[in-house]
């Protein structure tokens, strides 16, 4: 079968590999000169398989009036007179009851989990390059009461499988010791030793040199949007390009916030919308003191993940700024924030900045499946977690795309098929 994979980012990519190891022949076709050169650029390069809670919990209701009103904030809502905006804020609302947020994790880690396991089958078969490592992941507490309920936390998510420990201030200094500079500031830490940390624009850029070299070859399309999903009756029977119309057996959306338009021009609405956010990338030397394990600062939402000689600092989640423009507002916040953090950094030179939009749905769960055109499918929605779960995705996609039975659940992340 002839697949057309629209999207060349991590979930595109990954896509495209599972896809063609059932044997299928695939076209990647992307709107830019490359592959993962929007959201999956320059993301938080952490593997979080065991930290896929929901944005969308009760925790967050008595937040909103800071992200409404506080610019500064690690997470900021901006007002739009944009109806899509409310009506994904709306559903998003109702997303943040308990039970739901609950699930929703359980459901995140299953897949999550299988992630890990695609991830670490991927690299042992390919030998890909992309600065990866299992250093595993702290998350650092700076208030007593947000670690308290960490741990509590961690007991729910051990019974659904995740293997973690909690760490008091001195066990948070031995693991890390570039952590020393705030020490005085570290409540506690939760460490799960089995995460991992990568460059997910390499591992694109890696994945399209095996899938050009290998048995089933893969043809990359570049500089070319889709513009539209030709269909007529349940089926799709081309694309519209600048170039002219593509055609295939069957077609795949994912190419992040762009699935969201592409979706509605055949009736369906996967409800995503950008959530934008924010990176340094700094160059480091010998005389740098940067984290070797992957750091969660949770208190302003900033991650840390080593890769190589360079670090990875990303953070911020802005609502309703559309633009994947650099803000130097919050990029000075994010510097500021670094430079507490971590005093005795000592980079060479200034960070490289980058600003991109991240597909997020109002529960944070992805669509992975069969839209309402028979040969018609999506994989998007991942908000911040596209590079965690992209190779346990792609995996379940292309098993329901096959007709093979999936690893997880028959439904886990099927589309509602309908019109809404």
Known sequence: MHIIVIGAGIIGMTSAYY????????????????????????????????????????????????????AESPLSFRLRADPQQWSWAMAFLAACRRKTSQKTTEELLALGLYSKQMVHQLIADEMLQFNFSNCGKLLVYQDPGSYESARKQMDYQASLGSVQVALDRNGCLELEPAL???????????????????????LCL?????????????????????????????????????????????????????????????????????????????????????????????????????????????????????????????????????????????????PQAWAGLRPARPDSKPLIGQTALQNLWINAGHGALGFTLAAGSAALLADRLSGDPPKLSNTLFEPLRRTQ
């Open 180 to 202: 020393r500079g705030i020490q005085d500031r570290i409540a506690g830490g939760i460490f799960t030793r089995s995460e991992d940390a990568g460059d997910c624009q390499a």
């Open 206 to 350: 890696e994945l399209e040199r095996t899938l050009r070299g290998g048995a089933a070859k893969v043809d990359f399309v570049y500089d070319t949007q889709v513009l539209r999903v030709q269909h007529k009756g349940a089926r799709v029977v081309g694309l519209e390009t600048p170039a002219g119309d593509m055609t295939a057996d069957a077609y795949v959306i994912a190419n992040g916030i762009g699935a969201q338009t592409l979706a509605r021009q055949v009736g369906f609405n996967p409800h995503i919308y950008p959530l934008k956010g924010y990176s340094l990338t700094y160059q480091l030397t010998e005389k740098s003191e940067a984290p070797l394990v992957s750091v969660s600062d949770v208190h302003n939402k900033v991650v840390y993940a080593r890769l190589g000689n360079h670090l990875r600092v990303a953070g911020m989640v802005d609502i309703g700024e559309n633009s994947s423009q650099i803000s130097p507002r919050r990029i000075a916040s994010l510097k500021l924030a670094v430079g507490h953090y971590l005093p005795a950094l000592r980079p060479a030179g200034e």
């Open 19 to 70: 896809l063609a190891k059932k044997g299928h022949r695939v076209t990647v076709v992307d709107a830019n000169a490359g592959p993962g050169l929007a959201t999956s650029n320059a993301n938080g390069a952490q593997l979080s398989y065991s930290f896929v809670a929901p944005l969308a919990e009760p925790a967050v209701l008595p937040k909103l009036p800071v992200w409404l009103f506080d």
